[in-house]
């Protein structure tokens, strides 16, 4: 296989990245904004907090998780430009939709409708990054898209509550899933879709990509260790500003600053710091991608849970900005290193596969657990029942580290270098 040259310049390259980080912080955008009006959707829709956790995670992930793989094979053949602008604008329009539910079972379909859209955003973009950006800088382009997570997150938590407050939080649907809409054709008018290494006829089917993926330890190992920390990193993001709300006596607006404001400081500065050292580190050691992580998520887990027990709101956000921090250091490296498991012709498929792993569980069980969790608890502890469940489920971070350490040796095998290197 021959390196087709690079056709672009470098300033067009951080156009591009900065284009699909607007797409990005969109697609978490329209996921979160259902954490910050769960209390209003609640009481208005007559909901309990098991029901509010399925909103937030199987009727998102069950296709959204599924449909990722098939349309990630699309746009490894076809167009990944095309296959974003169509997924951002399904994803959007869904979330308007989601302004209008009347029940239970409407809004949960709407959610699926969402997730449906957001099935095709993620793999074709990390698969364009790596079209864009060489192997020494790839890691820090996968941070600064993956701050599309914390800037979503706080987009969706500060949004969300201040049109909530101003209307209601069916407006804060229809407003922030209509602003999508607009800008999904102009993502496509700037972002072109470049060269390919490889011709057509190289791009494998889905089952040589299992195939690669099955022999390789590495990518289970980083695939269920990424699982665990979404697993309690969707459940504390949907949950956390119920929870603050309930042990705090914040109002909406409190909440919204409370929340929003460890998601920023917290997750902008872990995703670059995880970018930055993994492009570092890495180029003395492969497996430093997959410990890197290991020792964030290590420290990770204790202070989440004296955070989410601290007694006052200060020293709560003290304690839970640095794990907000940590608990995104892995994005960047994690996501690297499965780019480097496959050949150049195979990555966006190998991407939804190890996104149809995290996802499926991450997103899936999370809230659902989290809000399951809080039910059988009620009983016993009242309203602290949220606050406690997210103690419990902080542990599984300690299950994620070991989950990475166990990737450090096989991933140093499994690398596969980039063909222009």
């Not at 399904?90 to 302004?99: I, K, L, M």
């Not at 999508?180 to 057509?200: D, Q, S, T």
Request: glycine share 10%.
């Amino acid at each position: 296989m021959t390196a087709q040259p690079r056709a672009h310049s470098r300033g067009y390259a951080r156009l591009v990245l900065v284009m699909l980080l607007v797409v990005y912080t969109f697609n978490w955008l329209d996921r979160q904004i259902l954490g910050i009006l769960a209390p209003a959707i609640k009481a208005d829709l007559g909901l309990s907090n098991t029901q509010l956790g399925a909103l937030g995670g199987i009727a998102f992930a069950a296709l959204y998780s599924t449909l990722a793989i098939p349309l990630a094979l699309v746009a490894d053949r076809t167009s990944r430009t095309w296959v974003i602008t169509l997924s951002m604008t399904v994803w959007s329009a869904f979330t308007a939709a989601c302004g209008f539910a009347t029940g239970f079972w409407q809004l949960f379909l709407f959610r699926v409708g969402v997730g449906v859209g957001e099935a095709g955003g993620v793999a074709p973009s990390y698969a364009l990054i790596s079209q864009y950006f060489p192997p020494e800088r790839r890691a820090r382009a996968f941070a600064v898209y993956s701050m599309g997570i914390p800037a979503g997150l706080a987009a969706g938590v500060l949004l969300g509550a201040a049109i909530a407050k101003a209307v209601d939080w069916r407006a804060a649907f229809v407003v922030i899933g209509a602003c999508g809409v607009i800008v999904a054709p102009i993502f496509r008018w700037v972002v072109r879709e470049p060269a390919r290494v490889g011709a057509p006829a190289e791009r494998a089917p889905v089952g040589a990509v299992f195939a690669i993926l099955l022999r390789k330890p590495s990518f289970w190992f980083m695939g269920f260790a990424a699982a665990m920390s979404s697993l309690t990193g969707y459940g504390l993001a949907f949950w956390t500003p119920s929870i603050a709300m309930q042990t705090f006596g914040f109002d909406l607006t409190q909440t919204s600053y409370f929340f929003g404001s460890l998601l920023l400081v917290g997750g902008v500065s872990g995703v670059l710091l995880g970018g930055l050292l993994a492009d570092v580190l890495g180029k003395a050691d492969r497996g430093a991608y997959a410990w890197l992580s290991a020792i964030a998520w290590l420290i990770t887990a204790p202070l989440f849970m004296m955070g989410f027990l601290s007694p006052s709101p200060w020293k709560a956000w003290l304690l839970l900005v640095v794990p907000n921090a940590l608990t995104l250091v892995f994005v960047g490296p994690l996501t690297t290193a499965v780019q480097h498991l496959v050949p150049a012709h195979m990555r966006a498929t190998a991407a939804a596969c190890f996104l149809l792993i995290n996802n499926l569980i991450g997103i899936g069980g999370g809230s659902w657990l989290l809000g399951a969790l809080s039910d059988v608890m009620t009983p016993q502890f009242g309203e602290q029942a949220l606050r406690y469940s997210a103690v419990a489920l902080a542990g599984f971070y300690l299950l994620a580290a070991l989950l990475a350490l166990l990737a450090v040796r096989p991933l140093r095998r499994d690398w596969v270098d980039d063909p222009a290197a």
